[in-house]
């Protein structure tokens, strides 16, 4: 079973990640996870917290001389900036005074007493107010603090994790940005079977500000974020993330819970902010007929084949009835703008009833293009599962050559050659 967890709070000492059931044998190299990490810190848009941290994933377990051993592989991030919030969030010690300043507005607090003051005025749109009344949090740091994106970084260290894996066995994945506010970019084609142009798309967005494949919607993107700033708001947007190489046959159709476009609608929309997935074309084939939306099969270009066949889209997504087809692997998420804001919206303080501005926390304007590299790892996570799930194995050698005789079967027409 290969699993996953993350633990840790936004401004605690660090983040944990324990992936278990990684196969043996796969090559983990830290130069490769960092390079991961540092590209969910890079964006335009993002605030004085990426200035802060320059995350770094350590092994703690599970990896001997580059290799997992089978073991979990356990790794650990540090916050750089738990030493000025340590008398804050520190674990064993007594919580420091509190702020009574921030609710009365008689006199300017300290930064150190706006660190120290409970949060009380519920950020709208944020986990604040959900998650006291769920866990009975007065003081609603309790809250934030976890549900905190910064908890991402740990889930880039996990899906990175999986990638090794993945990258083993021949799967590439990618993502790229097609929409910020009110600018957007439009590809063409739009969902082609090809792998090239997928290719083409992720290489120009790591290249981009915004992670945008094209130079002229990526400067209206920025352009966008710029105004958002000067007006004290924030933008969302909309990341597409893909697999390339990815085998037919993984999910199934015959349980709700297995049917692999339902478990990475959960995935994706399981990070911060994300408020719609679509697998493939999505939405747009509500307004399409059949014949304009399904993919149609075509015989080899090689010859008519027992088994054999061609298709020019990918409006699937690279998933029919839960399960993969060997087509692209393609969902796209819808994030909404960001909760805090520096132009406070309307909130209540709650012990007392009184109306209040929200509690403002250090915040980003755009974090769109570090949402896509983050759903890369969701996507590699749930891939890494439904992989095992089928083509299991103790090692990746043991995991490649039953893949390998599985591909060697489809390739002669298997079941109908």
Request: hydrophobic share 40%; aromatic share 6%.
């Amino acid at each position: 079973m290969f699993r996953w967890l993350t633990g840790g709070e936004s401004h605690g000492p660090g983040l944990t990640v324990v992936v278990d059931g990684l196969p043996a044998g796969v090559p983990l190299a830290a130069e490769r996870l960092a390079a991961e990490m540092a590209r969910r810190q890079r964006g335009y848009g993002r605030g004085g917290r990426m200035r802060i941290e320059r995350d770094q994933a350590r092994f703690l377990g599970g990896v001997r001389h580059g290799r997992s051993t089978g073991a979990p592989v356990v790794l650990w991030i540090e916050n750089r900036d738990w030493p000025t919030w340590e008398a804050v969030m520190d674990p064993a010690g007594a919580a420091p005074a509190t702020g009574a300043g921030e609710v009365t507005g008689s006199a300017p607090l300290t930064a150190a007493e706006r660190r120290a003051a409970p949060v009380e005025r519920p950020r709208p749109g944020h986990a604040d107010l959900a998650g006291a009344l769920k866990y009975g949090h007065r003081d609603m740091r309790d809250v934030l603090e976890r549900a905190s994106a910064r908890e991402t970084a740990a889930r880039t260290a996990a899906g990175a994790v999986a990638r090794a894996l993945l990258e083993e066995l021949g799967i590439e994945v990618g993502s790229f940005v097609e929409r910020i506010g009110p600018a957007a970019w439009e590809r063409e084609p739009a969902f082609p079977a090809d792998p090239d142009p997928w290719r083409r798309w992720a290489e120009a967005a790591e290249g981009s500000p915004v992670r945008c494949p094209d130079g002229a919607a990526g400067a209206a993107m920025m352009a966008a974020i710029d105004e958002a700033l000067r007006a004290g708001d924030t933008l969302g947007g909309r990341f597409v993330a893909f697999a390339l190489g990815v085998p037919p046959g993984l999910g199934s159709y015959v349980q709700w819970d297995r049917r692999l476009d339902g478990r990475l609608a959960q995935a994706i929309l399981s990070i911060p902010g994300v408020k719609a997935v679509a697998v493939g074309a999505g939405e747009s084939m509500a307004e399409l007929p059949g014949s304009l939306v399904h993919d149609p099969l075509e015989p080899d270009p090689r010859g008519p084949r027992p088994g054999r066949f061609h298709r020019s889209s990918d409006r699937a997504g690279g998933i029919e009835g839960g399960v993969t087809n060997g087509e692209p692997v393609v969902v796209s998420g819808v994030m909404k703008p960001l909760a805090t804001l520096r132009k406070a919206l309307p909130s209540v303080h709650m012990p007392s009833g009184r109306p209040g501005d929200a509690t403002f926390e250090r915040s980003d304007v755009c974090v769109v293009p570090a949402a896509g590299v983050v759903a890369e790892a969701m996507l590699a996570l749930v891939l890494a599962e439904a992989l095992l799930e089928k083509f299991g194995g103790d090692s990746l050698e043991e995991v490649r050559g039953r893949l390998e005789e599985r591909r060697r079967a489809w390739e002669a027409g298997w079941p109908w050659a």
